[in-house]
């Protein structure tokens, strides 16, 4: 048994980025099959209680105060220690260490001792504290809400997106996204998360061609990429921090509504303007028109609303670029297959595979030129689409 764990831990270590979910998946299906129908009660019925045990960790800094005693002569920090540090009593934070011990979060090393481990390092990155809050705070009410909003609406599939478990959830009549405008905390959650959780070095720009894409003659005054919906502009900063202005001329211009463009960022050769981009796009013949996981928020018929009003400021040069989670149709793993549901909670749109896609493209007069896939384990993928 031994030798066996030893030889997993070493191709765990050796696997790729892209090789990490398959191994999980196997190890994951492994744990699952030895389970009794209490075990999957209790890890299933349980979830939400991980996510409170943990933001209450991260709330007391018992994370980071732990990796940094790795360093130490004991490597561990003892409950007296941890509730001088943090004001917490020493009796509660053994409840809530050896509960994060059980879940594999911290290692207990004595009766009154924990130390780090790689799930406490995890929890010190930053997109673990914004991630936690935003599931917390925002996402989780909807999911409490989800099954009683399916039995009232007779286990249809959503196509109303002013009347979702969200709705339901937060008692308001508002959008997820016009509701963040009046609470800034749930908005940076999202904000810091969305920013956190992929680098620059795992995005569009690694795999799409942009200057093979872009005339040499392209006038510096002429719009060259629009990111419509683009919150508060990180997609706008990593373009023009990749393509400065000399390298690329043209204008890059933000679009989003006022409460993300009053907090968007200060990027030179970046134009923050307000858009409602259900209206008719203003910004006319521009090369790239980019939107980032724009359309998941969305239903069918909102989803070609949108096309429509994008592509009637294109022209025959411009291409619409769509960067979204594109499942395959069988085998979706959970990161994209949680991202669904969510979407569906949230605002009754979906994660939609290629053929889904094809379908609406067509049906509005575009089509859809190339994928280009830079996220494989996650699916997270950029279409050229174009006027037919």
Known sequence: MDAA???????????GHSARQPIILALTKLIYSLETPDDTVQRIGGLPLQTSVALTAVDLGLFRLLVEAEAGSTGSLTLA???AKTGAEAALLLRLLRYLASIGLVDQVSKDAFKANHGSRNMTAKVAESGLRHYFYTCCPEYFALPDHLKRTGYKNANDETQTAWHDAFKTDKGPFTWFADKPD???????????RRGPELGWLSVYPVREQVPE?????RPLYVNIGGNIGHQCAEFRDKFPADVLP????????PHSIAAALATPGVENTVHDFFKPQPVRGAKFYFLRGVFHNHPDHKVKLLLKQTMDAM????IMLIDEIIPPAIGTGLDAAAHDITMLAAFAGAERSEEQWKGLFGEV????????????????SVMDVRLL
Do not use: C, H
């Open 365 to 380: 007069g575009l089509r859809l030129v190339r994928t280009y896939v830079y996220n494989e384990a996650s699916y997270e």
């Open 186 to 196: 749930n908005m940076s959650y999202f904000n810091d998360y969305m920013a956190f």
């Open 81 to 83: 220690e941890l509730a």
């Open 5 to 15: 764990i030893e030889n997993i831990k070493q191709l765990a270590s050796e696997a």
């Open 315 to 318: 022209t025959e040069e411009s």
């Open 217 to 221: 003659s392209w006038p510096a005054d």
């Open 250 to 257: 043209g204008r890059v211009i933000l679009q989003d509504l």
